[in-house]
């Protein structure tokens, strides 16, 4: 029989073994990065009476496998305290273990998750999606100090099953307009482009849909193939992650951003770049549980959409964006990080659709005209500009094809 590790609340009778993983840990890990005077610290810090109290209190877990004590933790309140893992253990997921467990039964009670961050340990929380809030030094002897940050999560993975208001709310619309759901959610397109301003203007002069559902919008579905449709996409992250919220409670399976960009190096006014995912610089992906500094689009869609372009003759560029919140200011470090990072454009709504989508287990893609440029001296606007309504015109053909 296999043992695997299981978390159980600590006992006093554990606490020789917890007093020994935590102070072998200290000796091997520790030492590494920290000054003696600092490990001396952490050892009479991490005493038998410090932790008997905490364990007499119910606040002490401990990780065994089989009957042996490899990892242990500390949790008080909506503070994590003294996660240790033996080093021989370290990288198998008992850290993780141990922080999935307090982070749900915080999340009960609390709108955060607070700790004192270790150097052998920070990197590990920050992948988890803890930021540093506060920076503290502790005195220590012979003049040194002890620097640490105070770290914190305020944001968790969440079910989608627990927040199912779209649907409710969708039902409700369409009951209103004498339309049954069920029905309607078999018959809706279940691919959707989501046109911004001139491209949905551009779209709807050429007569290649009809005007045939209300819901996040006025849906149109496509003449020549009833299972595509497009509707004007909402602005800024926010409005297009509540517009996608109801076209998939309406029965949408691949949402398709086509919006205008800011273009970076690399790229001129007319260009279309065709995004891999979102650098995100908003709040709205972090609300839908993203930690990461990405958020992709689907491969499997943004394949096809490169494919389709190259059999319509478009030339695009592909790699990845930034989504903003704040169009207007677009500082020159920020605009230096993200150039950094290689990012073809910049607009306001990508991350937004693809966090909404995704935390939806919707496909979701995007893909950009580029309408200014401020990469040169000064910024290019090219509203009005042949070669601008010239790609408008271009795409809109083709995504018009596209079956």
């Not at 005195?139 to 940050?149: G, H, Q, R, S």
């Not at 491969?299 to 207007?328: N, P, Q, S, V």
Request: hydrophobic share 40%; proline share 2%.
């Amino acid at each position: 029989m296999i043992n695997k590790p299981i978390i159980i609340q600590a006992k006093t009778a554990l606490l020789s073994e917890i007093y020994e993983l935590i102070h072998r840990t200290i000796e091997e890990i520790y030492t590494k990065y920290y000054s003696d005077e600092a490990v001396r610290f952490f050892l009479e810090l991490h005493s038998k009476k410090n932790i008997l109290k905490d364990i007499s209190d119910g606040k002490v877990y401990v990780v065994t496998l089989g009957r042996d004590v490899i990892g242990t933790g500390t949790l008080d309140g909506d503070h994590i305290k003294r996660l240790f893992v033996l080093p021989r253990f370290q990288g198998q997921g008992i850290g993780t273990l141990i922080m999935d467990r307090f982070e749900s039964e915080i999340i009960k009670n609390y709108g955060a998750a607070w700790l004192d961050s270790s150097l052998p340990a920070g990197k590990f929380y920050s992948s988890r999606g803890y930021v540093a809030k506060e920076y503290k030094e502790h005195k220590l002897e012979n003049d040194k100090v002890l620097a640490y940050e105070i770290m914190c999560r305020n944001n968790f993975p969440i079910d989608p099953n627990e927040y199912n208001a779209p649907s409710q709310l969708v039902r409700r619309e369409m009951e209103l307009q004498g339309i049954d759901f069920d029905k309607m959610r078999e018959a809706f397109p279940k691919r959707l482009y989501l046109l911004a301003d001139s491209l949905y203007d551009t779209m709807l002069a050429k007569n290649v849909g009809t005007l045939t559902y209300h819901v996040g919008g006025e849906v149109y579905v496509m003449n020549h193939d009833n299972c595509v449709g497009f509707v004007k996409g909402e602005m800024c992250s926010p409005g297009i992650a509540t517009q996608a919220e109801d076209l998939i409670a309406a029965g949408a399976q691949e949402l398709i951003h086509v919006g205008f960009a800011g273009g970076r190096v690399g790229t001129r006014i007319g260009d279309v770049v065709i995004t891999n995912g979102a650098f995100n610089d908003t709040a709205v992906a972090g609300l839908y549980g993203y930690n990461g500094e990405i958020v992709e689009t689907s491969k499997a869609l943004t394949d096809f959409l490169c494919k389709e372009m190259e059999t319509k003759g478009i030339k695009y560029h592909r790699g990845y964006h930034w989504t903003t919140d704040a169009g207007y200011v677009e500082t020159n470090w920020r605009i230096k990080y993200f150039e950094n990072k290689g990012v073809l454009c910049v607009e306001m709504e990508g991350a937004g659709l693809f966090s909404a989508a995704g935390f939806r287990f919707c496909h979701a893609a995007g893909i950009y005209v580029i309408s200014d440029s401020d990469a040169g001296d000064d910024w290019d606007l090219g509203w009005g500009e042949n070669v601008l309504e010239t790609s408008i015109d271009k795409v809109t053909n083709a995504i018009a094809m596209i079956e």
